[in-house]
T-cell receptor, first 114, second 112 residues
Framework: GDSVTQTKGPVTLSEGTSLTVNCSYE??????LFWYVQYPGEGPQLLFK?????EKGSNRGFEATYDKGTTSFHLQKASVQESDSAVYYC?????????????FGLGTTLQVQP | GPKVLQIPSHQIIDMGQMVTLNCDPV?????FYWYKQILGQQMEFLVN????????KSKLFKDQFSVERPDGSYFTLKIQPTALEDSAVYFC??????????FGSGTRLTVL
């Protein structure tokens, strides 16, 4: 079945350093890929989505490229801030089925120290 | 941005009793969802609901589970009877189009 595997956390960084959270996926479909972010006490919220292979999504300095060849969708940010501390989820969407059913990775907790 | 409200944030219930989890979705949204997250595990899809009907449900959506949105008000998840393995955080979500979901902050259900 469909699955998502991402960097196991927690990841601890100092402010101003770069971030990479690895994500790989398995599916026989043609999915849309998402990154969601969850701040303490809140539900997951969409960071950005990429519906097509070989395209890049970005928001708030975060970016990821939908690489169909390597089935990867790694999240990157050049310079993290303390406010980026949160849990990041790589998510696979069932675009073909058009049901809104999402497959979540386990989540990667990012802690940014000042 | 649009807000999905889930109240209360925590419910404690004895095994075998009935529980109803309430969700106030974004007002103009058409699709509604429940997801379940057991501590330390992945968030998993339970069910989606559109036009008054369940569109799809996962194998986690047991016979003891039901959903409804009477008169366009709260979207509810009812569990009757509850079991110990139902302890989890339940996230409600809604969307105007199927690919852009807005999640609530979750209700932590503890079954004793």
């Amino acid at each position: 079945g469909d699955s998502v595997t991402q960097t196991k956390g927690p990841v601890t960084l100092s402010e101003g350093t770069s971030l990479t959270v690895n994500c790989s996926y398995e599916t026989k479909q043609y999915p849309t890929l998402f990154w969601y972010v969850q701040y303490p006490g809140e539900g997951p919220q969409l960071l950005f989505k990429v519906p097509k292979a070989n395209e890049k999504g970005s928001n708030r300095g975060f970016e990821a490229t939908y690489d169909k060849g390597t089935t990867s969708f790694h999240l990157q940010k050049a310079s993290v801030q303390e406010s980026d501390s949160a849990v990041y989820y790589c998510v696979l969407g069932d675009r073909a089925g058009n049901t809104g059913k999402l497959i979540f990775g386990l989540g990667t907790t990012l802690q940014v120290q000042p | 941005g649009p807000k999905v409200l889930q109240i209360p944030s925590h419910q404690i219930i004895d095994m075998g009793q009935m529980v109803t989890l309430n969700c106030d979705p974004v007002s103009n949204h058409l699709y509604f969802y429940w997801y379940k997250q057991i501590l330390g595990q992945q968030m998993e899809f339970l069910v989606n609901f559109y036009n008054g009907k369940v569109m799809e449900k996962s194998k986690l959506f047991k016979d003891q589970f039901s959903v409804e949105r009477p008169d366009g008000s709260y979207f509810t998840l009812k569990i009757q009877p509850t079991a110990l393995e139902d302890s989890a955080v339940y996230f409600c979500a809604s969307s105007l189009v199927v690919e852009t979901l807005y999640f609530g902050s979750g209700t932590r259900l503890t079954v004793l």
